[in-house]
């Protein structure tokens, strides 16, 4: 195989490694024997396990991007409301069709709040998603935090329990609810 080839292998499995076995569970060795490479060849192309899964589901949250971008080119409704309702529903179904990857997430974030690093990697990827979730709801880049918040919870609620999921009309009651407390 060509080294560019065994680039590709590796984040081929590794990605394949992550939604089966999650992070924490994934070893070198696993992606390495998935991949048909030997274990030498992860320190040559990304220098640790860890950088290679963290290239892995950067790779996959692209493609989840491609996947919210499509969805956001779509008629979703004449007003706000209608809009995000739309898209939350959609985000939500997406969410319940690759619970895989949703977890795999959130095993990165609790990794890099021990680590200093890869915590200052991942709060620029989350500065870019919350920009993009704020366009994707056509919401202003203000709420993109609480949009991100919102849904990292409901998230959270959907892979310990499937049938927990927030239906759009049950949150903005919700959080019209809550707005009433700064009165």
Not at 51 to 59: K, R
Not at 110 to 129: C, F, G, L, M, Y
Request: hydrophobic share 55%.
């Amino acid at each position: 195989m060509r080294s560019t080839d065994n680039r590709a292998a590796l984040l081929a499995a590794a990605r394949t490694c992550l939604r089966d076995k999650g992070y924490a569970r994934t070893s070198a060795r696993d992606v390495a024997t998935t991949a048909g490479v030997s274990l030498a060849a992860i320190g040559y192309h990304f220098g640790s396990k860890e950088a290679l899964l963290d290239a892995a589901l950067v790779d996959a949250l692209r493609d989840w991007g491609d996947v919210l971008e499509a969805i956001g080119a779509e008629d979703l409704g004449a007003s706000p409301g209608e809009r995000f309702r739309a898209v939350w529903q959609r985000v939500m179904a997406s969410v319940a069709g690759d619970r895989a990857l949703w977890a795999v997430q959130l095993e990165l974030v609790a990794a890099a709040a021990r680590d200093p690093e890869r915590a200052a990697a991942v709060a620029a990827d989350n500065a870019h998603a919350r920009a993009a979730l704020a366009g994707l709801f056509g919401v202003p880049d203000a709420q993109g935090a609480l949009v991100q918040m919102l849904l990292l919870g409901a998230v959270s609620r959907v892979l310990l329990d499937p049938d927990d999921a927030v239906a759009a009309d049950e949150l903005l009651e919700q959080v019209a609810a809550l707005a009433t407390l700064t009165a």
